[in-house]
């Protein structure tokens, strides 16, 4: 009933105090560096996914934002000076009736841009959150593959 022991059996043809991937100076051998550059490629491709998703919900969201009004181009305010009372007295009407009109919709244009802003901060926030997790864990996963000196 005694056969209480701990056994090791280790990877085959192993010998004590040789490491796999390091060389006894501590230089990398050719099967560690292939080792090495497959980690490193594995947390360049999740870098590149994660942050090519965080920047599709930047651009979605400053879309959103950018979407509100117009901006007056260069081009528009030289041919200000070019134009006769009559005609900036008809472009400042009908910006006044664009305003106006504007001013009557924005209850049923708000409620939209608030539900769609709601959700592009939930998704971005989400996203930022699921890349750090995910992040973290590609690099404590590859960590702990690395041999250790």
């Keep these: 009933m005694d056969n ?8 085959p043809g192993m010998k004590w105090g ?3 991937y390091q060389n006894e100076d501590g230089s990398l051998t050719s099967l560690g560096k292939r080792r090495n550059k497959a980690v ?3 947390l360049n491709t999740s870098k590149r996914i994660l942050d090519s998703s965080a920047q599709i919900a930047r651009g979605a969201k400053q879309l959103n934002e950018n979407s509100g009004g117009r901006k ?3 081009k528009v ?3 200000l000076k070019n134009m006769s009372d009559n005609d900036l007295r008809a ?3 009908r910006m006044n009736l664009e305003r106006q009109y504007s001013d009557l919709t924005a209850n049923q244009v708000s409620r939209g841009r608030a539900s769609l802003s709601s959700i592009l901060e939930s998704v971005g926030g ?7 997790a995910v992040g973290i864990a590609v690099a404590i996963r590859e960590l702990k593959k ?3 000196k």
């Design 40 to 42: 490193t490629s594995n």
């Design 72 to 74: 007056a181009n260069a």
């Design 4 to 11: 209480h022991f701990i056994a090791h059996y280790g990877t």
């Design 126 to 132: 989400a996203l930022g959150i699921a890349s750090s």
């Design 77 to 79: 305010r030289k041919d």
């Design 146 to 148: 690395l041999p250790t």
């Design 18 to 20: 040789v490491r796999r």
């Design 91 to 93: 472009r400042v009407n």
